[in-house]
């Protein structure tokens, strides 16, 4: 009778192949998001503790700088303009919805018109931010001139302390509707005909179609068009500098464009305020991304 083999003995990396070769795929990518993500976010909440020019000695003040944003008023203004932005920006999700159900046709001529509805969404932002610039003129734009057909007096919007932040929200909704109707045209693309076929066989149509059927199988591009527009309002920059710079009177401020004055531009070099005001907004958009990345682990719990 042969002797019994010996169990062959395999070696450490064979045993735990499986379990290490992700994490040797994602190191690269961690390593990069650590060094230019996670590093410079701590050390510029730590330079938020600090009274700095930028260029001489750091001086320690604690939390003197946030003491300051509780009592500066123009934080509190930009601070409201970001929640208008918020507000306002989200129409584009309501409103691409609208248009991709509009273009989901099937006539003749309907891509030249979906072209033409996606043309906004590859325009430069500062191309838009100038064209809603001349339009909002009011000795010669287009808003005078329609005022004029009612016999109204055009209004000047950016001028205007009480209509500039406004008017800019319809600027950057120009290009973010574009946005939302092509992430849900995709939606529509995908639908489930053997769904809706059984609904129209139940006398499924109008609006019990689109609330009961359409609707929760448009669900991941909503959750998408949602967080997408909420971080552009956050961080609104590129429209208010083009547009406006701040004005009339620091007006129309966000709470990133105050930080680049603060910080930044000639009428600052405040890093550590700067810094400060970047650190209420990083906080503003980590509450967000918490219920974002919340809500991923639930829908995945429900599709497990």
Known sequence: MSPTPAPRQFSWWTRHQRDIAPWLFLAPAALMFTIYVLVP??????????????????????????QELATDPDFFVALKNNLI?????????????????????????????????FF??????GVIGLIFTWFYNPANGL???????????????????DWVTYGIVVAGLYPQIAYCMILYLTGLNNLRPDLIEAARLEGAKGWSMLRHVV??????????????TIIGSLRSFDMISIMTSGGPYGSSRVLAYYMYEKALSEYGYRMG?????????????????????????QQEKETA
């Open 41 to 66: 976010i701590v050390e510029s909440i730590a330079l938020s503790f600090y009274d700095w020019d930028g260029l001489g000695e750091a001086r320690w003040i604690g939390l003197g700088n946030y």
């Open 85 to 117: 932005w918020l507000v306002g920006f989200l129409l584009a999700v309501p409103i691409g919805l609208g248009l991709a159900l509009f273009l989901n046709q099937t006539v003749f001529g309907i891509r030249a018109i979906k072209s033409m509805f």
């Open 120 to 125: 906004p969404f590859v325009i430069s932002q």
């Open 143 to 161: 808003v005078g001139e329609i005022f004029g057909l009612f016999g109204m007096d055009p209004i000047a919007v950016l001028a205007d302390e």
């Open 215 to 228: 609707l929760p199988q448009l669900r991941p591009a909503t959750f998408i068009a949602v967080v997408v």
């Open 273 to 297: 305020y700067g810094t400060a005001i970047a650190t209420v907004l990083f906080a503003i958009m980590l509450v967000y991304i918490l219920f974002v990345l919340w809500r991923i682990h």
